[in-house]
Structure formats: structure tokens, C-alpha cells
């Protein structure tokens, strides 16, 4: 195999490993004689693995059983609005923090189906922290406090986990799910979508406390009712059975690592050095408050922008790929999920220090 360090924000690299797996299983996955793409999910097969990969996901994340897991499509996007749709009444206000493009988002849904109370917006510093919680102002009776752990684009992860003070806490954990251990008891809703840590787009995860379910509106449609999935195992109608065999694969794979103890240490060291590197040189800079610096997601600028196309196509030629910046920040971005490896990050620092030497 000739693979390059993707370092794209998602959809995001996947294990050799489970790639490897993936390609012996295609033509007859589990002795059905056929691939997982042409298996019934109603197959005894199917349901069993469907069965593992939940087994597997509760093990690594330590979900207790008086939550549900459950596998919707259409991402997280869907969930700005199933988040609302399930935990919402007619009437009611949503608190919600404001700390990046993808919590904006959040917001504009949810406003379609609810009144939203922004607690706190840190777009006075272009979202390069996370505002202090003692400033937050949350409504007296929110129906739920909405936060996003880890803002992709900007780069910015909550250093803590907010004080519901007694709502449930929902939080989009879709580029910060399985990079380290997380207290679930803490939520009432997780959710996030598959193309960062999980395995392909095409799945969602959403993890439920139980005693929100059943609360949709009525005219919520039944494919975005919580209640729903959860009742039919998430396959009240054909669920996109190829990404959730992957998704399964990649938790087996994490669980061969060692959990998620394991996987944040090397995580914790990816990141630790990339951000060294960085801080090392005026010729390249990361503006998040270092207290919230994502470890996911690497964003920095070059100190002569006009050098960031060189920078791009250079990187390119030496086998790191996707490392532009999202077009509404420019810079640079190196996305070091679960799967990126070690020798990824430090074949990007190596390169980095080279480019600066030549153009510096
Ligand atoms: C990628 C991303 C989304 C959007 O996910 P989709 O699956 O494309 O809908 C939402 N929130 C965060 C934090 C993300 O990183």
C-alpha cells in the first residue's frame, strides 16, 4: 500500500488496519459468501455484529445501561434539528453556547423549532476561546444546554465539561468522540458524526439518556425520533450497513490499543509536539488561548501568507495531504485524529522545519 498522512478535517483517515480487514472481508464477509454491502441487515449475521459493535462502543465509552446507542443517518447536521425536535416543546427556549462555526450552526436549526437563549458567544475574539463559565447567562427553565466539545475549524475544545445545573447537557462531540475517555453520566445527549473518529460518513452516533426519550413533538417525523431508533435497534428502516461494519471494525481496533486510556496518551503526545513545534518558531502560529487548544485539530498561519500555496503544494509533494486551513480561516489545519499516527505528526514537523529554513 502507498499511503499518504491525510490530515483532512474529515472525512478523516481510517487504521491500515482496519482498511486491511475491510479489504479481506469484501467478497465474503463472515461466510455469508457475500461482501457486507450485499448482506440483509435483518441477517442473523448482521444483527449480531450490529450487536458487537454496540457491545464494543459501551465497553470503550463506559455508557451505563440507562442510556440508549443509537445509529441515525444524515450526520450531525440532522442532529441540530433532532436535537430540538426530541428534547423541545412548542414553546420552549434552549440554551446554547456559542464558540465556533459549527455551534452557529447548531444555533440557526434550532431556531427554527425552538427559542434560543445564547449563554455565551466568543466570536468577539474569532472563537479562539472558550468563555469563562461563571459568565454564562442560562435561562431560568432551558429545556436543555447545547455545547460543542470541540470546535473542528477554529481548533478550540472545552477544557471542561459545563455544570448542567439539573437540564440535560447535549453536546455535538463529533471531531472529540473516542480521543479520550468522557464522562458519560454527565449527558443527556452525545452525538456525533462518523467521518472523524468513527469510520465513513454515512452514520451517526447518538448516545440518549433514557428518560429522554419519547418526548418528541407530534409531528416530528419517525426517522428523526430518538424513540424510534431506539425501539428498533436503529434499523426502523435499511441502515447504511458498510459504514456501521466499519464503525464496528474501528472500535474493535481501539479496544485492541488498549481503550481509550491508551489512545488519549498518544494523543496527548501528537498533539503536545505539534504545538511545540509551533510555539518554537515566529515563522508559524496557533491563536487559540492555550487553555482550550483542541487536540484534534491543529490550526496555524504562516507568518508571510503569501507563502501558504507554496506550503500547501510542497507538503503535498512529500506525502502530507489536506492540511489547508477551512476556507472561512485560511491558514493551514492538520486534523491528528485517533488514526493519524505518530510518525504522521512527526514527518509534519520535520517538513515544517524544513519550509522555514528555506523560506524563513
Ligand atoms: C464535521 C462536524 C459537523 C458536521 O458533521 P456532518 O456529519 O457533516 O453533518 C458538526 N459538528 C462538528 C463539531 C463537526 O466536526
Known amino acids: 500500500m502507498s499511503r499518504v498522512y491525510n490530515f483532512s478535517a474529515g472525512p478523516a483517515v481510517i487504521p491500515d ?6 479489504r479481506q472481508d469484501i467478497p465474503d464477509w463472515n461466510s455469508t459468501g457475500m461482501s457486507i454491502m450485499e448482506v440483509s441487515h435483518r441477517s442473523r449475521e448482521f444483527v449480531e455484529a450490529a450487536a458487537k459493535a454496540e457491545q464494543d462502543l459501551r465497553e470503550l465509552l463506559a455508557i451505563p445501561d440507562q442510556y440508549s446507542v443509537l445509529f441515525p443517518q444524515g450526520g450531525a447536521t440532522l442532529q441540530f434539528a433532532m436535537v430540538p425536535l426530541n428534547l423541545a416543546a412548542d414553546g420552549d427556549t434552549a ?32 472563537f479562539t476561546y472558550v468563555p469563562a463559565e461563571d459568565s454564562w447567562r442560562r435561562s431560568k427553565d432551558a429545556a436543555y444546554l447545547h455545547y460543542c466539545a470541540n470546535e473542528t475549524i477554529a ?22 468522540i473516542l480521543s479520550r ?8 445527549v452525545i452525538y456525533a458524526g462518523a467521518q472523524k473518529n468513527i469510520g465513513p460518513a454515512g452514520i451517526t452516533l447518538v448516545v440518549v439518556r433514557k428518560d429522554l426519550l419519547k418526548k418528541a413533538r407530534s409531528i416530528t417525523p419517525s426517522l428523526l425520533d430518538y424513540s ?15 459504514t456501521w461494519y466499519v464503525a464496528g471494525l474501528v472500535f474493535e481496533h481501539l ?14 503526545r501528537k498533539a503536545k509536539k505539534l504545538y511545540a513545534a509551533i510555539d518554537a518558531s515566529d515563522f508559524f502560529n496557533n491563536p487559540v488561548e492555550e487553555n482550550c487548544r483542541s487536540r484534534m485539530n491543529v490550526p496555524f498561519v504562516l507568518a508571510d501568507p503569501l507563502l501558504d500555496a507554496k506550503f500547501i503544494v510542497e ?18 489545519r492538520a486534523s491528528i485524529y485517533n488514526a493519524m499516527p505518530e510518525a504522521g505528526v512527526d514527518t509534519l514537523i520535520q517538513f515544517m522545519r524544513e519550509f522555514e529554513r528555506t523560506n524563513g
Open 181 to 188: 475517555p468522557v464522562d458519560v453520566t454527565q449527558f443527556g
Open 17 to 22: 488496519a482496519v482498511l486491511e480487514r475491510i
Open 228 to 242: 424510534v431508533y431506539d425501539q428498533s435497534d436503529s434499523m426502523s428502516n435499511t441502515p447504511p450497513v458498510f
Open 95 to 126: 440554551d446554547y453556547v456559542l464558540t465556533g462555526s459549527w455551534s452557529k450552526k447548531a444555533i440557526e436549526e434550532a431556531r427554527k423549532f425552538c427559542t434560543v437563549n445564547v449563554v455565551a458567544d466568543s466570536s468577539d475574539r474569532k
Open 155 to 176: 481548533g478550540v475544545e472545552f477544557p471542561f465539561i459545563p455544570d448542567s445545573l439539573g437540564v440535560p447537557l447535549v453536546c455535538d462531540m463529533s471531531s472529540t
Open 315 to 332: 507538503a503535498g509533494m512529500a506525502g502530507l495531504t489536506n492540511l489547508e486551513g477551512h476556507r472561512s480561516v485560511g491558514g493551514m
Open 255 to 268: 479496544l485492541s490499543q488498549g481503550g481509550l486510556e491508551a489512545v488519549a496518551r498518544v494523543n496527548e
